[in-house]
């Protein structure tokens, strides 16, 4: 099994349309894709709106996407040819309390494909990406955790920089893709993910245990 995980500094830098490009573009890797959401006093992490994000009986939920006309992210997903898609959504700094029945689902895949940053307190993905943009001046704390563990950057190719004390220090030797959305994947990024994948084809998975 194959782990790949694509993450972002920020909300709506594209993060989505990158996984579900790479999931077009490598039907052959039967993915399940997983989608991670962390909310907060019944609002949601991504924007601070109201949403469903929160589960009414306890901290963590699992659902499995069966609807494919793409009006969600995870529906995104099984529409570029994920063979399942999960989404996760846990209370801000919970996710460790879903990760075990998490794990056991992951365990039935071929490959996995996760969207998030905060998933690699308790995974080593066989590659992670990570996703920025320039323009979008936020910049995750989780993104900057673990922005040294990425394999490769792939960049907004914008004017100018709205990043204020942000150091790209720790991916200076990565290899850069820049995408001028649309479209949000180009052939050399999916070349260089499919040499990961190909390469760990019928590997263990490798989780870790931790804490947030």
């Given at each position: 099994?194959?782990?790949?995980?694509?993450?972002?500094?920020s909300?709506?830098?594209?993060?989505?349309?990158v996984?579900?490009?790479l999931?077009?573009a490598l039907?052959?890797?039967?993915w399940?894709?997983?989608?991670?959401?962390q909310y907060?006093?019944?609002?949601?992490?991504a924007?601070?709106?109201?949403?469903?994000?929160?589960?009414?009986?306890?901290?963590?939920?699992?659902?499995?996407?069966?609807?494919?006309?793409?009006?969600?992210?995870?529906?995104?997903?099984?529409?570029?040819g994920?063979?399942?898609?999960?989404?996760v959504?846990?209370?801000?700094?919970?996710?460790?309390?879903?990760?075990?029945?998490?794990?056991?689902r992951?365990?039935?895949s071929r490959?996995?494909?996760?969207?998030?940053?905060?998933?690699?307190?308790?995974m080593?993905?066989?590659?992670?990406?990570?996703?920025?943009?320039?323009?979008?001046?936020?910049?995750?704390?989780?993104?900057?955790?673990?922005?040294?563990?990425a394999?490769?950057?792939?960049?907004?190719?914008?004017?100018?920089?709205?990043?204020?004390?942000?150091?790209?220090?720790?991916v200076?030797?990565?290899?850069?893709?820049?995408?001028a959305?649309?479209?949000?994947?180009?052939?050399?990024?999916?070349?260089?993910?499919?040499?990961?994948?190909?390469?760990?084809a019928?590997?263990?998975?490798?989780?870790q245990?931790?804490?947030?």
């Amino acid at each position: 099994m194959a782990i790949v995980v694509i993450g972002g500094h920020s909300r709506s830098v594209g993060k989505t349309s990158v996984m579900a490009g790479l999931i077009a573009a490598l039907r052959e890797f039967d993915w399940m894709a997983v989608k991670i959401t962390q909310y907060g006093h019944g609002v949601c992490s991504a924007d601070g709106a109201a949403c469903d994000c929160a589960t009414d009986d306890h901290s963590w939920a699992i659902s499995e996407e069966k609807d494919r006309r793409g009006e969600s992210d995870t529906s995104r997903f099984l529409v570029a040819g994920a063979a399942r898609a999960l989404w996760v959504r846990t209370e801000q700094g919970r996710l460790a309390e879903a990760m075990p029945a998490l794990r056991k689902r992951l365990e039935q895949s071929r490959n996995v494909m996760v969207e998030s940053n905060s998933v690699l307190r308790f995974m080593r993905p066989d590659l992670y990406l990570t996703v920025l943009d320039p323009g979008t001046e936020d910049f995750k704390k989780s993104a900057q955790e673990f922005l040294d563990r990425a394999g490769a950057v792939i960049l907004h190719d914008v004017r100018g920089s709205a990043w204020q004390g942000v150091s790209l220090k720790p991916v200076a030797e990565r290899p850069v893709f820049r995408i001028a959305p649309p479209p949000y994947v180009t052939a050399e990024i999916v070349e260089f993910v499919r040499s990961y994948v190909t390469s760990k084809a019928g590997s263990s998975p490798s989780f870790q245990l931790g804490s947030e």
